[in-house]
Each structure stands twice: as structure tokens, then as C-alpha cells.
């Protein structure tokens, strides 16, 4: 919940706005965060408002259905600080999904390893130009926030072609 908290109130720092656009700024920071889930953002927003740190008004304009707008208190403010600093301290070991693999990889015919991992290699270049094609974009150039977490995606996904084409070699 600490991600998702986080991740709530430091979009709500920005100020107040809906639910929707909460969700639709969710999806477009999940598709660079892959890590963090968040299946809906009401139910979170929910129990951040029981807890005092976010404050909702409900509004309603002609004939158009009840909209909700979130913000933040003050107390929201301090909250999203101290979980800023303590995520920004925060060291956790990367855990690749690759990890598990190569420990059982010699139980695989060297032909059969080296072809699973260059079909790995070829997805890894399909999403690293993917990122860069994003990170190019004219979008993309107004959020530099956005744009440090395109350079660090790529910078791992780098690596990790580096690390696998070099695997490939030795087998």
C-alpha cells in the first residue's frame, strides 16, 4: 500500500482533480512502472480519505452524473514527503524474472538455451525501441520525471542485452 499511496498522493500534489483522471494518469505511469499494481484507485482513495489524508467534494453540474474530486490536506503534504524520502532510500535488490532461469539454464541443450535466450534478447529490442520512440515524443519532453524513468528503463534494458548476448557467446 506504500507504493499506491505514494503513487496517489503525489498525483494529487499536482491538485485536486477526479477519480478518472487519477486512473488514466495511473495507467499512463504503470505502463513505464511495471512493478506497481494498482487494480483500482477508488478503493485506495477511499481508505487514504478514512485516514484523513485526502479530502473529497462531491459535485454535480446539470444533468451529468455526481463526480468526485480528490485533493490533498495538509497532513497529505507531510505524508507524501516522508514516503518520498523513505522510497527514494529504499534499496531493494532488483529481481528479475531471468534470475530463476539461468540457475536451471544448464538443464537445457546449449542449442535450446541459445535460442530462448535470443528470443528474449529480440523482445528486450523491440521494448527498448519502444521506450526510445516514447521518450522521443514531444509528450514525453514536458514530463522530465517521465523522462528519467525512459533513461533508466533503457539503461537496465541495456545491460541486460549486453549481460544476455554475452551469455549467449559463452554457450
Known amino acids: ?19 478518472y483522471d487519477i486512473k488514466a494518469k495511473v495507467k499512463q505511469i504503470l505502463f513505464l512502472l511495471a512493478g506497481v499494481q ?3 484507485v477508488y478503493y485506495p482513495l477511499e481508505v487514504l480519505e478514512r485516514k484523513g489524508l485526502v479530502a473529497k467534494k462531491i459535485s454535480k453540474i446539470g444533468k451529468r452524473p455526481k463526480r468526485i474530486v ?18 527514494i532510500l529504499e534499496l531493494k535488490r532488483p529481481q528479475f524474472n531471468l534470475d530463476l532461469s539461468l540457475y536451471f539454464l544448464h538443464y537445457l541443450k546449449p542449442l535450446s538455451a541459445r535460442r530462448r535466450l535470443r528470443a528474449r534478447l529480440s523482445i528486450l529490442n523491440k521494448i527498448a525501441i519502444g521506450l526510445r520512440q516514447i521518450s522521443k515524443s514531444k509528450t514525453n519532453k514536458k514530463h522530465s520525471s517521465l523522462s528519467r524513468i525512459l533513461e533508466h528503463n533503457l ?3 541495456e545491460a541486460e542485452s549486453e549481460f544476455l548476448s554475452a551469455l549467449i557467446q559463452d554457450l
Open 1 to 19: 500500500m506504500i507504493e499506491q499511496e505514494l503513487l496517489l498522493l503525489g498525483l494529487l500534489r499536482d491538485g485536486p482533480t477526479h477519480g
Open 38 to 40: 494498482v487494480k483500482s
Open 70 to 87: 480528490y485533493a490533498l490536506s495538509p497532513k497529505d503534504r507531510a505524508r507524501f514527503n516522508e514516503l518520498l524520502s523513505r522510497s
Open 155 to 157: 539503461k537496465m534494458l
